[in-house]
């Protein structure tokens, strides 16, 4: 199982790009895979990065580790999840895709019954939506209607 979450233009968005000049779509292509990687690093941060604040378990041999608590990525405790982030790019270019096979990453993205949402792919990708957009627009500047 795959969760994953995607960045690229609408195919009605595409069909009208036919007259783009090749530099344009090689700068869109650029900025799509710039933005797939940058998103990915940022949810591998959320993780590793957010301050804990949940609950406590005790481990065998006396460690402990400090769970998320609910809206805030997951808490990191092996380091299984940050490493199988990946990223891919599609269509060409004009589509990346971010996310991880592990099943639990969707759990701790959408929650489960007993359990409520950690998500870290979802709030990477809100936090560089309006740049991503931007910087697409701004490379086809001259080709959008």
Do not use: C
């Not at 690229?8 to 000049?21: E, H, M, R, V, Y």
């Not at 990065?49 to 405790?77: E, F, L």
């Not at 019954?113 to 979802?122: A, D, G, H, I």
């Amino acid at each position: 199982m795959v969760v994953a979450l995607k960045i690229s233009i609408p195919k009605n968005t595409i069909k009208n790009l036919g007259n783009a000049s090749e530099s344009s779509m090689k700068e869109v292509q650029k900025v799509i895979a710039g933005w797939t990687i940058q998103t990915r690093d940022d949810a591998k941060r959320l993780i590793k990065n957010t301050p804990k604040t949940g609950r406590v378990y005790r481990r065998s041999g006396g460690k402990t580790h400090i769970a998320s608590s609910p809206g805030n990525p997951p808490a990191t405790d092996t380091g299984d999840l940050v490493s199988d982030i990946f990223h891919e790019i599609h269509f060409g270019g004009l589509g990346g895709e971010i996310g991880t096979s592990l099943d639990y990453g969707l759990m701790l993205e959408d929650g489960t019954k007993k359990m409520e949402p950690r998500p870290f792919l979802t709030p990477a990708l809100e936090n560089n939506q309006d740049d991503i957009v931007n910087d697409i627009v701004e490379a086809l500047k001259d080709h959008l209607v």
